[in-house]
């Protein structure tokens, strides 16, 4: 892919823009969370409903950031393969066959 780093600074390329409909596990507790936060929220009253509503955005949030951060960690890994890969020339062990 041609200026991947371009399309990927403009947006075009969103790595998050993916599917459950092939994971049937997914979709089966993704189901269970929509419908038990819609049964939370209809059961409860004022404050705890409040309460339940910010352990909710607070979970969100947490969430999210664990997800960037892993993000991350995988982009630098993948960094650190394709450096070692192609431009690192270390070795565990002496090369005996090269000149002095």
């Not at 075009?12 to 049937?24: C, V």
């Not at 089966?28 to 909710?56: G, H, I, P, R, Y």
């Not at 949030?61 to 070692?84: C, H, K, P, Q, W």
């Amino acid at each position: 892919m041609a200026r991947f780093i371009e399309e990927f600074y403009y947006g075009n390329i969103d790595p998050q823009a993916r599917s459950t409909k092939q994971n049937k596990t997914v979709q089966k507790e993704m189901a269970v969370l929509t419908k038990t936060e819609e049964q939370l929220t209809n059961a409860l009253q004022d404050e705890q409903k409040k309460w339940f509503l910010d352990f909710s955005n607070a979970w969100s949030i947490v969430n999210g950031e664990s997800n960037l951060d892993s993000f991350i960690m995988g982009f630098r890994l993948g960094a650190n393969f394709t450096y070692d890969a192609f431009i690192s020339t270390e070795t565990p062990f002496e090369d005996l066959l090269k000149e002095s």
